[in-house]
């Protein structure tokens, strides 16, 4: 994976949101409704927002240097939804279109 390619790009920023994804609902969350430290979720809420944004418009660079299809667009975006998802859609979807 490298940052000079559309698609390198998508793949790192794919993995590192889904990352805070991960932190965000299995640290941050529980830490703020189990404990009361609420400025974990505001911390790692920011910047997992920040990173979706940015996945959405390198997922729309990809998309339109690779000519990909709406449903193949839409799964990606779909797949940022939910846990574990970007990981899944890297490995299913992504990592095919390197070889």
Same mark, same amino acid.
């Given at each position: 994976?490298? @940052?000079?390619?559309? @698609?390198? +790009? !998508? +793949?790192?920023?794919? $993995? /590192?949101?889904?990352?805070?994804? !991960? !932190? $965000?609902?299995?640290?941050?969350?529980? %830490? *703020?409704?189990? =404990?009361?430290?609420?400025?974990? /979720?505001?911390? /790692?809420?920011?910047?997992?927002?920040?990173?979706?944004?940015?996945?959405? $418009?390198?997922? @729309?660079?990809?998309? %339109?240097?690779?000519?990909?299809?709406?449903? +193949?667009?839409? @799964? %990606?975006?779909?797949?940022? !939804?939910?846990?574990?998802?970007? =990981? /899944?859609?890297?490995?299913?979807?992504?990592? *095919?279109?390197? *070889?």
């Amino acid at each position: 994976m490298t @940052l000079s390619t559309p @698609l390198g +790009r !998508l +793949r790192i920023i794919g $993995l /590192v949101e889904g990352i805070s994804f !991960l !932190l $965000l609902l299995f640290v941050a969350m529980p %830490l *703020k409704y189990m =404990f009361g430290m609420p400025q974990f /979720v505001r911390f /790692v809420g920011m910047a997992h927002g920040i990173l979706f944004l940015i996945y959405i $418009l390198c997922l @729309l660079q990809a998309t %339109l240097a690779y000519s990909w299809s709406w449903i +193949r667009s839409l @799964l %990606l975006f779909v797949s940022t !939804l939910v846990p574990f998802g970007t =990981f /899944v859609a890297d490995y299913m979807i992504l990592s *095919k279109e390197t *070889k």
